[in-house]
């Protein structure tokens, strides 16, 4: 009886450590899928890629952005970009 409930905890033991172990092997492997992924060159139809433009609009919409925030500190708006407050 004894040696028999010594067999079934370490079957037990056995069986958490695999279920631990794939489940940090599957959590690393889905945190490094993100992390592997090649980032893709602009096409020749965005925005950035489009001759003439200089940064300040959007030449497929034809539209001025109305003010600029820093990243940091977005609660104020400025007239035009420039450096952080």
């Given amino acids: 009886m004894k040696r028999n409930v ?3 905890a370490l079957a037990g033991i056995a069986l958490t450590g695999a279920g631990v172990a794939g489940g940090y092997w599957y959590a ?4 490094n899928a993100g992390l592997t992924a ?4 602009p096409s020749a ?3 950035a890629a489009t001759a003439g433009n200089d940064g300040k609009s959007d030449p497929a919409a034809g ?9 940091m500190v977005p609660g104020p708006t400025f007239d035009k970009p420039g450096k952080s407050p």
């Fill in 6 to 8: 010594i067999s079934l």
């Fill in 28 to 31: 690393a492997h889905r945190m």
């Fill in 38 to 41: 090649q980032p893709q060159a």
């Fill in 45 to 47: 139809t965005t925005p």
């Fill in 63 to 71: 539209r001025e952005p109305r003010y600029w925030h820093a990243p």
